[in-house]
């Protein structure tokens, strides 16, 4: 009883805090996944090779924040807003994206 007490202590106030808002709430996730007008910091770019090198290039670094502009009837491609530019990607790049919303 006592181990599943501390462990719920743990849970609430002990979590890492988001690097953009300093929230314990934010969880990472796909760009896949984020809605339309939905905004999200880059956290983390998984792909690596040619993909990966491609996917920087374009300005999705960690620490970017971009907005979801728009989506394609089909849901691919996306339109990204980052840096003051539109920027589409197919879905099959943006599970290579790692973000943090809030």
């Not at 934010?26 to 690596?48: D, F, N």
Request: charged share 20%.
């Amino acid at each position: 009883m006592l181990a599943a007490g501390v462990y719920t202590v743990y849970r609430l106030f002990m979590r890492p805090k988001c690097g953009s808002c300093g929230s314990q709430t934010c969880a990472p996730a796909s760009l896949r996944t984020l809605a339309k007008g939905q905004k999200a910091v880059i956290a983390a770019i998984t792909a690596e090779g040619e993909m990966g090198r491609r996917i920087r290039d374009m300005g999705l670094v960690p620490g970017v924040e971009i907005q979801v502009v728009g989506r394609a009837p089909l849901k691919d491609p996306v339109a990204l807003r980052l840096m003051g530019f539109t920027l589409t990607l197919r879905n099959r790049e943006a599970d290579f994206i790692t973000v943090r919303f809030c």
